[in-house]
């Protein structure tokens, strides 16, 4: 363009690749594809909002990742969150739990109770959640290798406590795909795995209608090294992949396509991120709709999730992570997202303390209370910068899906490790940009300081005694249980995996005899087998 | 220089220890000690402390380096630190890198990890210290 050509300017591109003028006007706006995928609030293909009146009618739900020792320490952390004015849960559960093996297995030492809650047995969940009221908060759930044993616990608990299964709302993260990807708490091999989901999927479908079973993350697979384009992009690579499986059994895609839903992450440029949302919200709708011929308007909404994410936060200087997640939470608003979780300023460092935790929901909540970001529906459309930007992103997001298409689709590429290798040499190369200054970072290429431990973060203790009182409670279950009952519920679930049915009722029966995780997924592997990472760089 | 005269190049073991799905910060230092010219024999996700001694025995590294990011690193390196030692392992060059506290640091070098490398640590350092390091083994 003959402007460029006498401009001094030099070009610049967003991480997704694409061109960042210095100015833009309506002609930009036209260029791009114009106006034709914008549409109103609450109205398809859904760029503005998925709902009319959005945050007018309710903020966003407020949902940080919470969880560490023990079920009972968990509870506590919970209830302090709901106290401080969190308005759901999103629970973190340690690696053995998250790789489906009990608190007393060898491979668990040292790591029972670290990085989130230990679960051995539905005992656990009624503690984790005593007190809680699941029809107010509704609880998110971030696991994934052993996410069917997990809903089940969760359905299970509720129901005893009185709840109506039908109307229980709640989601789970069970997004398998992207954990062979990233965050790698797999279990059982690509195949069997994506039957899991299809399981939990049709299960809910039936059983649980209004409960989320799947939770599809671009979230790690951008923290992996992915573009934001990518992020978005390889999810609803993912996503299609569960309907299909699902369609493949004879559903309908609106009757399970409503509970899909999806968790984004937010760090970097905040106009890229902005316009990859309402992109991604337009896209997904019409994939939807002219793919899956969806017809019911909650199959083709985005329904997300956007999370101030740990990739873009520092280890240096980390007060400044408070700054840039007070921005992400603004990103995230500004995207129109329906629940909002901001990584701590100290998650560089530990999992979070109720000091940083607590900051973290306070800077939401003055977004709600003082900013004004509740008052009016995506308040940045009609942009010209963003509207153009938006229907760029939609174009290369649909680009990267068709490329992954042509290139044998989503389930071929993970399994080969090819997704992984591509990502991984992405993040070597923003390291190194990192590393020269080439992409600025306040605090770590920038603007450095001579001291920097001047201001220590506090650690979160981590109790060793967790770990003992753990499998003290777990020997407890095992001789209170039916061992029976339990040996004969833990043997229908490795013959419902074997016959290729569902094997969901077998997992809820199993855990209401007190079976623990690490015994069902003792009984699924027998079957399935184990899943053998395919190293590629 | 080894007997035949020529350089022999560094070999490193890179294992992700533990239950830990962390592996985009192994998989950028794999890659930078790969750009390095070193032979890196990356093992991937939980590997025990028994499969880590096994697989710098038998593939004979220079330099046996972990990843850690989720806060398992002192259990995991103490059970680690006998089977290297009953291996004879322990003139080879121990790494360790990852979301290490500055208060673990002195355990893990009493454990025997020379190299300890927080995250923050510089991709080239981490050369570097090896270069450094594990030349009187190589010669």
């Given at each position: 363009?003959?402007?460029?050509?006498?401009?001094?300017?030099?070009?610049?591109?967003?991480?997704?690749?694409?061109?960042?003028?210095?100015?833009?006007?309506?002609?930009?706006?036209?260029?791009?594809?114009?106006?034709?995928?914008?549409?109103?609030?609450?109205?398809?293909?859904?760029?503005?909002g998925?709902?009319?009146?959005?945050?007018?009618?309710?903020?966003?739900?407020?949902?940080?990742?919470?969880?560490?020792?023990?079920?009972?320490?968990?509870?506590?952390?919970?209830?302090?969150l709901i106290?401080?004015?969190q308005?759901?849960?999103?629970?973190?559960?340690?690696?053995?739990?998250?790789?489906?093996?009990?608190?007393?297995?060898?491979?668990?030492?040292?790591?029972?109770?670290?990085?989130?809650?230990?679960?051995?047995?539905?005992?656990?969940?009624?503690?984790?959640?005593?007190?809680i009221?699941?029809?107010?908060?509704?609880?998110?759930?971030?696991?994934n290798?052993?996410?069917?044993?997990?809903?089940?616990?969760?359905?299970?608990?509720?129901?005893?406590?009185?709840y109506?299964?039908?109307?229980?709302?709640?989601?789970?993260?069970?997004?398998?795909?992207?954990?062979?990807?990233?965050?790698?708490?797999?279990?059982?091999?690509?195949?069997?795995?994506?039957?899991?989901?299809?399981?939990?999927?049709?299960?809910?479908?039936?059983?649980?209608?209004?409960?989320?079973?799947?939770?599809?993350?671009?979230?790690?697979?951008?923290?992996?090294?992915?573009?934001?384009?990518?992020e978005?992009?390889?999810?609803?690579?993912?996503?299609?992949?569960?309907?299909?499986?699902?369609?493949?059994?004879?559903?309908?895609?609106?009757?399970?396509?409503?509970?899909?839903?999806?968790?984004?992450?937010?760090?970097g440029?905040?106009?890229?991120?902005?316009?990859?949302?309402?992109?991604?919200?337009?896209l997904?709708?019409?994939?939807?709709?002219e793919?899956?011929?969806?017809?019911?308007?909650?199959s083709?909404?985005?329904?997300?999730?956007?999370?101030?994410?740990?990739?873009?936060?520092?280890?240096?200087?980390?007060?400044?992570?408070?700054?840039?997640?007070?921005?992400?939470?603004?990103?995230?608003?500004?995207?129109?997202?329906?629940?909002?979780?901001?990584?701590?300023?100290?998650?560089?460092?530990t999992?979070?303390?109720?000091?940083?935790?607590?900051?973290?929901?306070?800077?939401?909540?003055?977004?709600?209370?003082?900013?004004?970001?509740?008052?009016?529906?995506?308040?940045?459309?009609?942009?010209?910068?963003?509207?153009?930007?938006?229907?760029?992103?939609?174009?290369?997001?649909?680009?990267?899906?068709?490329?992954?298409?042509?290139?044998?689709g989503?389930?071929k590429?993970?399994?080969?490790?090819?997704?992984?290798?591509?990502?991984?040499?992405?993040?070597?190369?923003?390291?190194?940009?990192?590393?020269?200054?080439?992409?600025?970072?306040?605090?770590?290429?920038?603007?450095?300081n001579?001291?920097?431990?001047?201001?220590?973060?506090?650690?979160?203790?981590?109790?060793?005694?967790?770990?003992?009182?753990?499998?003290?409670?777990?020997?407890?279950?095992?001789?209170?249980?039916?061992?029976?009952?339990?040996?004969?519920?833990?043997?229908?679930?490795?013959?419902?995996?074997?016959?290729?049915?569902?094997?969901?009722?077998?997992i809820?029966?199993?855990?209401?005899?007190?079976?623990?995780?690490?015994?069902?997924?003792?009984?699924?592997?027998?079957?399935?087998?184990?899943?053998?990472?395919?190293?590629?760089? | 220089?080894?007997?035949?005269?020529?350089?022999?190049?560094?070999?490193?073991?890179?294992?992700?220890?533990?239950?830990?799905?962390?592996?985009?910060?192994?998989?950028?230092?794999?890659?930078?000690?790969?750009?390095?010219?070193?032979?890196?024999?990356?093992?991937?996700?939980?590997?025990?402390?028994?499969?880590?001694?096994?697989?710098?025995?038998?593939?004979?590294?220079?330099?046996?380096?972990?990843s850690?990011?989720?806060?398992?690193?002192?259990?995991?390196?103490?059970?680690?630190?006998?089977l290297?030692?009953?291996?004879?392992?322990?003139?080879?060059?121990?790494?360790?890198?990852?979301?290490?506290?500055?208060?673990?640091?002195?355990?893990?070098?009493?454990?025997?990890?020379?190299?300890?490398?927080?995250?923050?640590?510089?991709?080239?350092?981490?050369?570097?210290?090896?270069?450094?390091?594990v030349?009187?083994?190589?010669?």
């Amino acid at each position: 363009m003959n402007d460029r050509a006498q401009s001094t300017l030099k070009i610049i591109t967003n991480e997704s690749g694409l061109e960042v003028k210095p100015l833009y006007t309506a002609a930009d706006v036209e260029e791009s594809g114009g106006t034709t995928m914008l549409g109103e609030p609450g109205e398809y293909p859904f760029t503005r909002g998925i709902h009319r009146e959005m945050y007018r009618k309710q903020p966003w739900t407020m949902r940080q990742y919470a969880g560490f020792g023990n079920p009972h320490d968990t509870n506590q952390r919970f209830k302090y969150l709901i106290a401080n004015g969190q308005t759901g849960l999103n629970v973190a559960f340690d690696l053995p739990t998250q790789i489906g093996l009990d608190s007393d297995d060898p491979l668990a030492a040292g790591e029972i109770g670290r990085v989130g809650m230990s679960i051995d047995t539905l005992r656990d969940f009624e503690v984790a959640f005593d007190g809680i009221d699941l029809d107010k908060i509704t609880v998110s759930m971030t696991i994934n290798g052993a996410a069917a044993i997990a809903i089940a616990m969760y359905l299970a608990m509720a129901e005893k406590r009185g709840y109506d299964v039908k109307k229980l709302r709640g989601t789970a993260q069970n997004d398998i795909l992207k954990e062979f990807i990233g965050r790698g708490t797999w279990i059982f091999p690509v195949e069997p795995s994506i039957k899991l989901v299809g399981d939990t999927i049709e299960y809910c479908a039936e059983h649980a209608p209004k409960y989320s079973p799947v939770s599809v993350c671009g979230y790690h697979i951008r923290e992996s090294g992915a573009t934001p384009a990518q992020e978005m992009a390889y999810a609803f690579c993912i996503a299609k992949a569960y309907a299909d499986e699902v369609i493949a059994r004879g559903l309908a895609v609106d009757e399970f396509a409503g509970r899909l839903s999806y968790n984004f992450n937010i760090f970097g440029n905040l106009f890229e991120q902005v316009c990859k949302f309402r992109a991604g919200r337009s896209l997904w709708a019409k994939i939807m709709k002219e793919e899956y011929k969806a017809e019911k308007p909650g199959s083709m909404w985005l329904r997300m999730i956007a999370a101030g994410g740990g990739g873009g936060l520092t280890f240096e200087q980390p007060e400044l992570n408070i700054v840039r997640g007070a921005y992400y939470a603004l990103i995230s608003a500004l995207s129109g997202t329906q629940t909002m979780a901001l990584c701590s300023y100290d998650e560089a460092y530990t999992i979070p303390t109720e000091y940083s935790a607590r900051i973290s929901l306070r800077t939401m909540q003055i977004l709600i209370e003082e900013m004004g970001m509740t008052e009016t529906v995506d308040p940045l459309g009609g942009s010209y910068y963003v509207e153009t930007m938006t229907n760029r992103m939609r174009d290369k997001m649909e680009e990267i899906i068709a490329e992954t298409d042509a290139q044998g689709g989503i389930v071929k590429l993970v399994s080969e490790g090819i997704i992984q290798a591509k990502v991984s040499a992405q993040a070597y190369q923003m390291q190194r940009d990192i590393e020269s200054g080439k992409f600025p970072k306040v605090g770590v290429n920038r603007y450095r300081n001579e001291h920097e431990d001047e201001h220590p973060v506090e650690f979160h203790p981590y109790n060793e005694d967790d770990a003992r009182v753990q499998v003290d409670g777990l020997n407890k279950v095992r001789a209170e249980r039916d061992s029976e009952h339990v040996a004969r519920t833990l043997a229908a679930v490795s013959e419902a995996a074997r016959a290729g049915a569902n094997v969901m009722p077998a997992i809820v029966e199993a855990v209401k005899a007190y079976a623990s995780v690490g015994e069902i997924t003792k009984e699924l592997v027998k079957v399935y087998g184990r899943y053998q990472e395919p190293i590629r760089f | 220089m080894n007997d035949t005269g020529q350089q022999r190049r560094i070999k490193v073991l890179l294992a992700k220890p533990g239950l830990d799905g962390h592996d985009q910060g192994a998989k950028i230092v794999a890659r930078a000690m790969m750009d390095a010219g070193f032979e890196v024999i990356y093992t991937g996700l939980r590997q025990t402390p028994e499969q880590v001694g096994r697989i710098s025995l038998e593939e004979d590294v220079d330099v046996i380096a972990l990843s850690s990011m989720a806060g398992s690193h002192l259990p995991f390196c103490r059970k680690l630190k006998p089977l290297l030692e009953a291996d004879g392992l322990q003139d080879k060059l121990w790494l360790i890198g990852g979301n290490l506290p500055a208060q673990d640091h002195d355990a893990l070098r009493e454990l025997g990890f020379r190299g300890i490398f927080p995250t923050g640590s510089k991709l080239d350092a981490i050369v570097a210290y090896i270069r450094e390091n594990v030349r009187e083994h190589v010669a």
